[in-house]
Structures are given as structure tokens and as C-alpha cells.
């Protein structure tokens, strides 16, 4: 993959009212924060604005998506409001803002986890109708089975969709070593720490090599080191699959280190206030965050969420 874009960009911040999208940019930015081009563009093409970008390549779509909730007492409390937006192939984006403004929401939808909502929601230009095969969810908690070995474990969506585990074994081999936990095979839960256990956990939703990553708060729960750690290797591992990421996080240092666009969401209930292009190249080193550019991004993303 390539580490830097291939061309002078910008991209302007985009508005509530704007296409989330996988689009280019035209110019260097002048400020950090407000525009950028492309971290981590495709090999084998240069990034295209929503209106040439062409229907292969668009793996997320939402369009107004609207979610409401009805409460035990009857009551409808409105968690998004139309939400619209479209994730390229390849790109990695985060989204932040305050707790209960919508962000897990999006995700379980787009996970095909909740059925019941309102307006158009599509992987691969297909509607969600449940679980897909081509999408792939790590949460906070690894959700292990206990009894179960690392190899095992990893290997359990393989069982559950009944694909054979003796085929798989090569593979399982191959993301044990990509996540940096080989000679931990055998290994029970109990037996591991809390980041090995994320690992495991991302391990287990790349088996079936799913298109699209969807990641909710990963890393929330643990300590600072063990996710600086982790955030490089999920960096990492996101080059080098190539896949498309969307992660929720509350933290705004993650979002930009890791995304090629941050997306900042209002209190509930949930819309897009901004997205926020960041244009640092890959490879990324956890050194950028201690740069006054990286402190630009993070505290333009702060004063929003300040007045949102």
C-alpha cells in the first residue's frame, strides 16, 4: 500500500447537510483540521469524488437514515436523524462524539443487528437485511468463550457457518501472526491479557475475510500503552488487508491517528455535524500524535463537539 498520497489534495469540511463520502481533494491543505487529502489512497486507483466514485466501489451507503426508539412507557425517543452517507472502498473512518448520540446505533444497523429503521441502508449496494458474511463486528468486550483456545476461538464463526474448520486452519495460522500472538494458540482466555484478548478478537472477525470492519470502541477498556499498542497494530493491520474500517470511539486522539476521515455527530438525536479529512500519510508512527499539526486536528474536533 502506498504510505503517502500520490498527489496534492484538499478536501473542504463538510457540513451536517453534506454526503458523507469517499472523495478526493484538489489542493494542499492550508490548515490542519479543516482539510486534507487521502492517507491511504488504493493501489490500483486515486480516489473519486461520491458523484464519479463508481457503484463497485462504494461499500456503505445510508441515506436519511432515521432510528427511533420506543420506550417501555410508550414514549418514541428519536436516536438518528437522516443520516446520510457513503464509505468508499478501503477507507478508514471513525466516528465521534458525545455517549448516546447514535454512534453504536449506525453501526448495529449497518451490522444488520437492527432491523427496524427508517430511509436507505446498503453494504456492497445491497440493503441490509441481517448478518452478512462480507461484514465483520469487534465490540469492547472480546466476548471469548472461555473454554476455548485462542486457535479455537478465532476459528468459532467458521463452526457457526458450518465452512469447515480444516480449511480455515491456514488461514486462522496467518492472522495469528498478523495480530502478534503466535505461540499463544493453545492458550485459554483466562491465560491472556486484556489487549492479547482484543487481538484474539479481531483475529476471529478477519477469518472469513469480511470486506468491511466495523468497531466499536475495541479498545475502550483498556490502559493507555496496551492501546497505543494496539491502535499501531490496528493501523497496521488495516494497510495491509486493505479493508474498509468503521470504528466508534470517544476518543478524538484514536480517531485521527487511525482514520482517513473523522465524522462528528450532535447529541441526540444523532446527526453528522462535520467530517473532518485527515491527510497524514502511512505508515503512522505513534510519534505523530506529539506533533502540533496532529494537536490541530484534535482540538478542531474538540471546539466542535464544544458547540454542538
Not at 68 to 95: H, K, N, P, Q
Not at 266 to 279: A, K, L, N, Q
Amino acid at each position: 500500500m502506498p504510505t503517502s498520497c500520490s498527489r496534492p489534495t484538499a478536501c473542504s469540511r463538510s457540513s451536517s447537510s453534506s454526503r458523507w463520502s469517499a472523495s478526493p481533494c484538489t489542493s494542499r491543505p492550508s490548515s490542519p483540521g479543516t482539510s486534507s487529502c487521502r492517507g491511504r489512497p488504493s493501489p490500483h486507483r486515486e480516489r473519486q469524488p461520491p458523484a464519479t466514485l463508481p457503484t463497485a466501489l462504494i461499500m456503505i451507503t445510508t441515506d436519511a437514515l432515521t432510528k427511533t426508539y420506543v420506550t417501555r412507557g410508550g414514549e418514541s425517543v428519536l436516536a438518528l436523524d437522516r443520516v446520510s452517507m457513503v464509505i468508499g472502498d478501503g477507507e478508514f473512518v471513525s466516528i465521534v462524539g458525545p455517549s448516546g448520540c447514535g454512534k453504536t446505533t449506525i453501526l448495529r444497523i449497518l451490522a444488520g443487528l437492527i432491523p427496524d429503521f427508517e430511509g436507505r441502508v446498503e453494504v456492497e449496494n445491497s440493503p441490509v437485511k441481517g448478518p452478512s458474511p462480507a461484514v465483520a463486528v469487534a465490540f469492547q468486550d472480546a466476548n471469548l468463550l472461555p473454554w476455548r483456545t485462542v486457535l479455537d476461538n478465532i476459528l468459532l464463526p467458521i463452526e457457526i457457518r458450518r465452512l469447515g474448520k480444516a480449511k480455515y486452519r491456514a488461514r486462522a495460522a496467518e492472522l495469528i501472526e498478523m495480530v502478534g500472538l503466535t505461540g499463544f494458540e493453545g492458550k485459554l482466555p483466562s491465560e491472556l491479557s486484556g489487549g492479547m484478548r482484543q487481538r484474539v478478537s479481531i483475529a476471529r472477525a478477519l477469518i472469513q475475510d469480511p470486506k468491511i470492519l466495523l468497531l466499536d470502541e475495541p479498545f475502550g477498556a483498556l490502559d493507555a500503552m496496551t492501546r497505543d499498542v494496539l491502535n499501531l497494530e490496528l493501523s497496521r493491520i488495516a494497510t495491509a488487508t486493505g479493508k474498509t474500517v468503521l470504528l466508534i470511539t470517544h476518543s478524538i486522539t484514536e480517531a485521527v491517528f487511525l482514520s482517513d476521515r473523522v465524522v462528528v455527530m450532535s447529541p441526540r438525536p444523532g446527526r453528522i455535524t462535520e467530517t473532518i479529512d485527515v491527510h497524514f500519510p502511512r505508515p503512522r508512527g505513534i510519534d505523530l500524535t506529539s506533533t502540533a499539526e496532529f494537536g490541530k486536528y484534535t482540538g478542531n474536533i474538540r471546539k466542535i463537539l464544544n458547540y454542538v
